[in-house]
């Protein structure tokens, strides 16, 4: 079902798997805890929690010693950050829904320390950034995306969420916000079966903003 356009109309996105393709960052982050911890867990079975906070994730691996992964981890990504790669037509997106008057909200599981340079290469104004370590609990919990609107002063029934993994989509429908799967990302859509846009450009028909924009002509790069 396609999501109402109001007046204060919110676009919220998760931020690794649906605006930058930080996957080669991840790995190369996790070999480096690997390697400096003896952990013997693949990459492949840290990137099926991705979306939750970093401990929450450590927990699910059954890991310890948390803080010195953390550390590993962060120290790894911030050196291979020049491996993140911007989604094909994302920024281009942004900035129609922006000439649309969508207001745009960031809700990720990624530190602000890491996640900033990356929303920086966007060009986009975003008007609130929700991330961990601040009040609310971590996705699945809808805490993140509820503080984000209450940032925008929106109802969850003017809210829309695009996300990539399935807590993605639970934190959604607990926040009683509309969800939209970016089916570009990492992970498969939840149940019930969620609308799956299939590109960035996909985004503006499902929510109907195509029309609303000045940015999107005919001949665009779109």
């Known amino acids: 079902m396609k999501a109402h356009v109001g007046p204060h109309h919110v676009l919220l996105l998760d931020l690794d798997g649906v605006l930058v393709d930080t996957r080669p960052v991840m790995e190369s982050a996790w070999h480096a805890v690997q390697e400096s ?4 867990v693949p990459f492949a079975e840290y990137e099926r929690h991705l979306g939750r906070p970093f401990n929450d994730i450590m927990e699910r691996l059954e890991l310890t010693a948390v803080g010195g992964i953390h550390a590993t981890y962060s120290q790894a990504s911030v050196a291979a950050a020049q491996l993140a790669r911007q989604f094909d037509g994302i920024a281009e997106v942004l900035h129609a829904f922006v000439a649309a008057d969508w207001r745009l909200g960031i809700v990720t599981s990624k530190p602000l320390d890491r996640a900033t340079p990356l929303l920086a290469q966007l ?5 609130t ?6 009040q609310g609990r971590g996705k699945p919990a809808p805490d993140p995306l509820l503080l984000a609107l209450i940032d925008l002063g929106a109802d969850p029934a003017h809210g829309t969420y695009v996300g990539d993994m399935a807590v993605d989509q639970e934190a959604a429908h607990r926040a009683g916000v509309s969800y939209i799967h970016a089916g570009w990302g990492y992970g498969c859509p939840g149940t ?3 609308d799956i846009a299939q590109s960035p450009k996909d985004l503006l028909r499902l929510l109907d903003a195509s029309h ?3 940015t999107l002509v005919e001949g665009s790069v779109l």
């Open 37 to 40: 911890h003896g952990i013997d």
């Open 123 to 127: 060009g986009c104004p975003f008007a």
């Open 129 to 134: 950034v929700r991330v961990p370590g601040g």
């Open 192 to 194: 019930p079966t969620p």
């Open 212 to 214: 609303r924009s000045s």
